[in-house]
């Protein structure tokens, strides 16, 4: 906390990444800053062991210093790892990426995920020759997306955090970019016949937490070339956990561009867009560049991170190891007899506590998210899994879940669930459509 206080003193916010401010979690008891880490764990600057339920916010597929990954990414270090002139890393991940991703025929490569989301964007828009984007789902901090703030109705409270304000995002923005409804199609069509001749393109998370609805993601598709946009799924959280050609090839929908990041190089800056050749071709005449896009440091790590997914199968024992999970805490409380279900897809399993009341529902999380900290298990009321997490890691956080069952059991009978909280109440920064 110390140190959070001088970064506040330096830098604007506290942290680079909203996520990870201290008010996600509990504030003044879950570890602020990490000094290293390595499998499922880190340990903070107080020296204390935490196993990682957040995954280093997504970004950790395979473990914290995975020692293949890592090794690679030293041994390229070596060599050099930004040019003057390019590598033949940029061509062998082009071509993995073409071989694994459904949709992939070109690839266009950037060092985050708002990045590429911005770069598809762009390139959908220089394709179509139209301006306005729908989206749905969390796509980063551009202003092509946070122009939808820019109208009275405030269209990103849904998706993002109630109240962001599109400071320093050109009003000229407004009305570009506008969000529609996860599952509901009919609500698609009648946005995009309003806007008929407009749309350049809709940009998508495909899946969170639970799947889509049956047919959703066809009738999306087929809305687009219906009307002539371009179909982007953001791929930058669900990726290559679902399946090693990502969330399309698991869903079985194939779109004409995808978006990666988080999960496609265990931690190392990556990001790229990906799709169909008709699509992707014409971004050679866009100005789309930087010198970093290249660094070998993030093709090293993605080209390695891909293959050692596919050899470890890792989708498979995401699933399978999210399933016992799920498992194991639905039966640890009805054990303690209280009203929670463990819900979601296996790969991303979230608890739900079944509290009517909204105010008491996130101190009961906060309490949570508090006593789970305290047992050395750093998370929200949700698991990012990775190939890391196993048996030990299971075990304690069952332990811990059933202690912190307990006390919000015993909380709630005595009405007391706020004496408990020895922090402010978690702030939800990100409140997605996608469920």
């Known amino acids: 906390m110390q140190l959070y206080e001088r970064a506040m003193q330096l830098i604007p916010g506290g942290t680079q990444l909203i996520s990870r401010?201290?008010?996600r979690v509990a504030y003044g008891v879950s570890p602020v800053y990490a000094s290293h880490a390595k499998g499922a764990r880190f340990w903070d600057v107080d020296g204390f062991e935490y196993i990682d339920w957040i995954s280093g916010i997504g970004s950790i597929l395979l473990g914290y210093a995975d020692p293949v990954v890592d090794d690679?990414?030293?041994?390229?270090?070596?060599l050099g790892t930004t040019y003057s002139v390019n590598?033949?890393?940029e061509v062998q991940l082009a071509e993995e990426l073409c071989r694994s991703i459904p949709c992939a025929e070109m690839v266009r490569y950037a060092k985050c995920g708002g990045e590429a989301c911005a770069m598809a964007v762009r390139i959908a828009r220089g394709v179509t020759g139209r301006d306005k984007i729908l989206f749905c789902g969390y796509h980063g901090w551009h202003d092509w997306y946070i122009a939808a703030n820019l109208s009275?109705?405030?269209s990103l409270n849904s998706h993002l955090f109630p109240g962001i304000e599109p400071i320093g995002v050109p009003t000229g923005l407004a009305g570009t970019a506008l969000p529609f409804s996860y599952g509901n199609l009919p609500e698609l069509s009648d946005l995009l016949e309003k806007n008929k001749g407009q749309v350049a393109a809709i940009i998508m998370e495909p899946l969170r937490s639970t799947m889509p609805p049956v047919g959703y993601l066809a009738g999306v598709q087929n809305l687009c070339k219906e009307y002539g946009a371009v179909f982007i799924?953001?791929?930058?959280t669900a990726g290559i956990r679902y399946s090693t050609g990502g969330a399309q090839q698991y869903l079985g929908v194939t779109p004409d561009m995808a978006v990666f990041a988080k999960s496609i190089s265990n931690g190392y800056p990556m990001g790229m867009v990906v799709g169909k050749r008709e699509f992707m071709e014409p971004a050679g005449r866009m100005f789309i560049s930087s010198t970093y896009w290249s660094d070998t440091i993030g093709l090293r790590a993605a080209l390695t991170t891909m293959n050692e997914v596919r050899l470890r199968g890792v989708p498979l024992q995401l699933q399978k190891f999210g399933a016992e999970l799920k498992s194991r805490l639905t039966i640890v409380a009805n054990e303690v007899g209280i009203n929670v279900d463990c819900i979601g897809n296996d790969v991303m399993p979230m608890l739900q506590f079944n509290v009517n009341d909204q105010i008491l529902k996130n101190q009961v999380v906060t309490l949570y998210i508090q006593e789970m900290a305290k047992r050395g298990c750093h998370g929200y009321a949700s698991f990012y899994l990775n190939a890391a997490q196993g048996e030990s890691e299971?075990?304690?956080?069952?332990?811990?879940?059933?202690?912190s069952f307990i006390i919000i059991?015993?909380?709630?009978?005595?009405n007391r669930i706020s004496d408990l909280l020895e922090c402010s109440v978690q702030k939800d920064a990100f409140k997605r459509l996608v469920k």
């Not at 690679?72 to 070596?78: E, G, L, N, T, W």
């Not at 799924?233 to 930058?236: K, L, N, P, T």
């Not at 059991?409 to 005595?414: C, F, I, P, V």
């Open 21 to 23: 401010r201290p008010n």
């Open 72 to 78: 690679a990414v030293q041994k390229q270090i070596s």
């Open 87 to 89: 590598h033949e890393l």
């Open 152 to 154: 009275e109705e405030a």
């Open 233 to 236: 799924m953001d791929e930058i």
């Open 394 to 403: 299971l075990g304690q956080t069952l332990q811990a879940a059933k202690e």
């Open 409 to 414: 059991r015993d909380g709630l009978a005595k």
